[in-house]
């Protein structure tokens, strides 16, 4: 009996030992489970939101560019693209064939198509087109049934209703590139749909006129797939860009220089530095960027020898010839080395040495003083003021007035030019100046390089009576600049070389009298220019053979025009160049004539265009 009770007892306390276990247990468990549905409530449902919750960006609507009248240049056009999904499609191939047969789709494009989707997920919908007609729309949705797995929506393309008129100032938008996704952080980037500036100001300006993205947020399954929308929320449209670009001036200068295989032509206002047209011919369909660039035409485009992907207002540099004429005059009167009264003799040639350097006129101009010299463009009075200056003298007038290196205009890819220095070359070359060099620097030509954009500065500055005026086409909203600063040119050195160029447009003997504007009671002054391409013989000139028209045209001179207008009152500054126009009086003078004539026409009320606020209608 004795030992049945110790064996009732020993299994009591074993039971009551297991049982405490299990209840230490099972409360160690319910607390576990009170932590987390109850205390760690919060933290647990995000999580598990996460793994049910998508979110998404929503590409916002890119910003308008208007013309300095409020007129639309770059605007967003609704517009319908056609997706396909790879697991609805089954045979994804088979469907893209059938589906080219009303979308032009090339074996490439459907090669490249099918990459996409094997490296996406099967559900993943990947865009195949993006710019369909109406008519391209309605017959995919007949052919439906015979189309599983592709699918229509409407999305946004942007719409350059210009076109070539005005594409190298706006540039276009294109697919976002890889090693622009590494550089840019903006998540927006990573989106399949996004367009991002590619040139111009779509591009300089691209951080504001894209906008702020919108967020949707979607329920999928463990999978990922899609099963409802659940919030979304619009983002930011882009800022609307307000140009200085004139619409009716810009059309005016590229039809009338659309006659010319290349040209190029600057507009600009002299004291607020504002761009009111810029062309540069021939030119390109932005809108083709806009909906995805054919290898084919791409290709055609980068092998045309007249360049119209390159805007050759900022990126074309070229001898300036006798253009730059005015900054050897200005360099000897500043360097003390002349005065406006000074002589010098022209027969037609200057000896330096054992070289001989030519007039472009074979017998001379005789002699001559500062304002003749520049109306008639005689060479050897210009060579002897480069020999008095030096050609470090010309290299620093040449800076001030704004050659030699790039102006800051707010459009990518500008280049700078060259105004050599006797530095410059021992460090390029390796070799020393020589002073032949400085005669010929001296009328625009050897090493000496501009844009035709720095050709209208250097006009500007000289009209405004030397104040650092910049050229821009967009501005902050921090509003317009100041006022430029003075670039400290003597008046009574600034006033000889504007006479002198008075007396090109409007003098009896000047070079470009032909070209003088007739019937609206205002002046204008200039000066032409003829910048070699190649140097020309001892026989060809004897010959005359670098006078022939039937030359090759890429063995003619560059021909040049710079202008400002009123002469009274400067307002306007005008360059042209047209590549291997021949004759900067013949060829680019009557351009530059024809663009400040429609420059004053427009004008509102026949007074000058109204710049300072980018306000204004036209009458």
Known sequence: MRLEGDRARSFTRRALLVGGVQTGLFGLLAARLWNLQVEQNATWR?????NRIS????????????????RPLATNMPTYRVRVVREQARDLRGVLERLAMIVPLSAERIDEIERQARSLRAFVPVVVREDLSWEQVA??????????GVMLDAGLLRQYPYGSTVSHILGYVGAVSREELQQDPDPLLQLPEFRIGKNGVERSHDAA??????????????????IRELERHEGDAGADLKLSLDLDLQRFCFERLAEQLSASAVVMDVHSGAVLAMVSVPSYDPRAFARGISTELWQALVADPFH???NKCIRGEYPPGSTFKMVTALAALEAG?????TEVFCPGYMVLGNARFHCWKQHGHGRLQLEQALAQSCDIFFYEMARRVGVDGLAAVSRRLGLGGPTGIDLPGEKGGLAPTSQWKRERFGVPWQKGETLITGI??????????????MTARLANGGQAVEPWLARSAQGQPGAAADLGFAAEHLAPILAGMNEVVNGSRGTARAAALQGLGVAMAGKTGTSQVRRITKAERASGAHKRKDRPREHRDHALFVCFAPVEAPRYAVSVIVDHGDSGSATAAPIGRDIMRRTLELAPGGGPLQISGLEGQRP
């Open 46 to 50: 995000l999580l598990a939101d996460d």
């Open 55 to 70: 979110e998404r960006l929503i590409v916002p609507p890119r910003g308008r560019i208007l013309d300095r009248l409020g």
């Open 139 to 148: 017959s995919i949705a007949v052919r439906s049934p015979d189309l599983p």
């Open 209 to 226: 006129l894209r906008g702020r993205a919108g967020l949707l947020r979607v329920e999928v399954n463990a999978v990922g797939r899609e």
């Open 308 to 310: 119209p992907l390159v």
């Open 337 to 341: 080395v002349a005065t406006p009264k």
């Open 444 to 457: 625009g030509q050897g090493f000496m390089l501009a844009t035709p954009l720095q050709l209208a500065v």
